[in-house]
Structure formats: C-alpha cells, structure tokens
C-alpha cells in the first residue's frame, strides 16, 4: 500500500502512478499542473516541512521526431532514460549553470518528457531558500524559489548525478511526483521558451493568474 504524506491535517499526498506517465506528453503536461513534487529529508525520512511545491509550468517534448527534443539525437548514454520506462527523471544540465527536471513518458522504447518549469512552494521554505543561497522577507520573495526550470532545481537540490533516472512514480524514493485533493482549473498554453528549434509548437502549459509562472503571454 503506498503511503501518504500528510501535509498539516487537512492535505495528502499519493503518488503518482506509471500508468499517468505512459501517455502522450501532451496530455501527461496538461495534467501534471496541479499535481507535486517532493523532496524527502537527506536522511530518507518523510517531512512535510521538507521540499514539497505544486507544479504550476511545464512543456512536453515529443520525442526524437520533435527537433526541439533531446531525444531527436538518439538514444544514447546521454539520453537513454528518455527512451527506458516512463516516470522516471531526466536531468540535464544546461548554459554551464543549472539542472532542469524532465520526467520521460510514453512506453519503454518511446521517447518522450515533460519538462517542469515552475513550482510554487508548499512546505520547506525555509529548507527551499537555504539550497537557493537567498533570504525570503516576505510574499514577494517566493517567486526566486522555484519560478523557473533551473531556480527549481537548485531549491530542490536536483543535480543530474543524485536524481538522473530515479522512479519519480513510486514514492519510495527521494524525489518523486504526487497528487493531493487539488484540482486545477484555468490551464493556458504557449508555445515553448528557451529553444531555437520547432518554437511555434504550442506545447507550454500552465495555470494562468499564477504568481510562479515564469512567463505571463498565453495563448489558446
């Protein structure tokens, strides 16, 4: 039976399934708004003051017939995980600073991901801020937490060498994505940021009005 992390007494998280991600990452995008991701103490013991935010921001990746993909060069040592089961991470670094979070969809031997770009902080600020390097004095700090695919990672303390191919559907590990009694409303689309190739895919998701989303325009 998977166990649940209570947050306060009202709120709790299940994790979720690998059926949810062995989908088309277009729809797996869309639903993945709402839903969260966790972090667990160093020591492996669950903490609901540890590392927990909802995703408010992703863009799917279509595969290797998506020219924008990393999956487009192949499978290789690099981008293996993206053609193995899906529900399990994909990390990369990128512009010689920072870690983004993909998780892979579709069947094994399918390449697919969607990239998580936003977070907004549910328990662990404290814990979010100390990995980010920054002081939060109020409301209007939380955005430098997790706005954004590398900001997010660095609050998590996602690195390519710790979380690259862990299960993101079991639970059981240190990372890994759930759902609560949240269900979202007012999704938006846009075409994907941070590319140079297929940019006018409209293929970026996320809950419109939401202070930590990392971009404003909306399209659809």
Not at 33 to 43: E, F, I, N, Q, T
Not at 58 to 81: I, K, L, Q
Not at 116 to 144: F, N, Q, V, W, Y
């Amino acid at each position: 039976m998977r166990k649940l992390l209570s947050l306060g007494q009202s709120r709790q998280i299940r994790p979720l399934d690998r059926a949810f991600f062995n989908r088309d990452p277009r729809r797996v995008a869309r639903e993945l708004l709402g839903k969260v991701l966790v972090r667990k103490r160093d020591s492996g013991q669950m903490n609901p003051a540890r590392r927990v935010a909802r995703i408010v921001e992703v863009e799917a990746y279509m595969g290797a017939e998506d020219p924008a993909a990393h999956a487009a060069a192949g499978n290789t040592a690099r981008t293996a995980v993206l053609f193995g089961p899906p529900g399990h991470a994909y990390v990369y670094f990128i512009y010689g600073n920072h870690y983004c979070l993909n998780v892979s969809c579709q069947p094994e031997g399918r390449a697919g991901s969607v990239l998580i770009r936003a977070l907004e902080p549910l328990s662990g600020i404290e814990a979010m801020a100390g990995a980010r390097g920054i002081e939060i004095h109020g409301a209007k700090d939380l955005t430098k937490l997790t706005s954004g695919p590398g900001r997010l990672a660095q609050a998590f303390g996602i690195t390519r060498a710790r979380d690259n191919g862990c299960d993101l559907s079991s639970g059981a590990g240190s990372l890994w994505i759930g759902e609560d009694e949240y269900r979202a409303s007012g999704i938006r689309r846009t075409p994907r940021i941070g590319i140079t190739k297929a940019t006018d895919k409209a293929l970026r998701y996320m809950l419109a009005g939401n202070a930590f989303v990392s971009g404003r325009k909306m399209v659809g």
